[in-house]
């Protein structure tokens, strides 16, 4: 099973910019990969995906035109663009591999070695 380490995360103020990355510990370029943010007292959230080629993403509907997700299969490593930052995106974000359906992405049952995450704070 693939294990994940996500990073890049941070404190920043509104309409500001961060990068974060998820290296995988295997060849994941025939996995469709996903970012989720879990916010305190707050369900998981499923945030964006993107398949094996690069080629298809899915954003959900509050981040759609600020974030935008990329894959480096040569590094193993997936990444989440994220600009114009909102007090709201403030979580924990994590990555995993998934379906990505048209509803969003849903977590690859056989996954259960969620990493540490990485938080990302936005100030008003």
């Known amino acids: 099973q693939v294990q994940v380490v996500e990073s890049g995360g941070g404190l920043v103020q509104a309409g500001g910019s961060l990068r974060l990355s998820c290296i995988a510990s295997e060849t994941f370029d025939d996995l469709t990969m996903g970012w989720f943010r879990q916010a305190p007292g707050k369900e998981r959230e499923g945030v964006s995906c993107?398949?094996?080629?690069?080629?298809?993403?899915y954003y959900t509907d509050s981040v759609k035109g600020r974030f935008t997700v990329s894959r480096d299969n040569a590094e193993n490593t997936l990444y989440l663009q994220m600009d114009s930052l909102k007090p709201e995106d403030t979580a924990m974000y994590y990555c995993?591999?998934?379906?990505?359906?048209?509803?969003?992405?849903?977590?690859?049952?056989?996954?259960?070695?969620w990493g540490q995450g990485t938080q990302v704070t936005v100030s008003s």
């Open positions: 993107i398949s094996w080629s690069g080629d298809n993403a």
């Open positions: 995993a591999p998934v379906t990505c359906a048209p509803w969003g992405p849903i977590v690859d049952p056989d996954f259960v070695d």
